[in-house]
């Protein structure tokens, strides 16, 4: 059974900093692809972030230059730090995880965190 648990998420004031983490667990499962989406209400799930285990890196348009991805592939563990909190960025930050190369889109992915709320205040 594959697990990802996400944490770090809460209410921060714009211009503030957040770092999510996403820890992936199963007994066989390695994950090549951990990537990171937001769901805003309303809203469709978005791309944010995506890592290969061989350090590829890949954002969304509205987080380049502001948040940072990477990992510790021994751990099993994703990071998502964001940098100069907009309240635009307000939602539900999911982490997705395959154990092979995924991409932007969600249905790439076949693992999936419950979520972590991250509220930025104005």
């Known amino acids: 059974q594959v697990q990802l648990v996400e944490s770090g998420g809460g209410l921060v004031q714009a211009g503030g900093s957040l770092r999510l983490s996403c820890a992936a667990s199963?007994?066989?499962?390695?994950?090549?692809?951990m990537g990171w989406f937001r769901q805003a209400p309303g809203k469709e799930r978005e791309f944010v972030a995506l890592i290969r285990r061989s350090g590829y890196t890949d954002y969304g348009d509205s987080v380049k230059g502001r948040f940072t991805i990477s990992r510790d592939n021994a751990k099993n563990t994703a990071y998502l730090q964001m940098n100069s909190l907009k309240p635009e960025d307000t939602a539900v930050y999911y982490c997705a995880a395959k154990s092979a190369v995924a991409y932007s889109s969600t249905y790439t992915y076949d693992y999936w965190g419950q979520g972590t709320q991250v509220t930025v205040s104005s």
């Open positions: 199963g007994r066989t499962f390695s994950p090549y692809t």
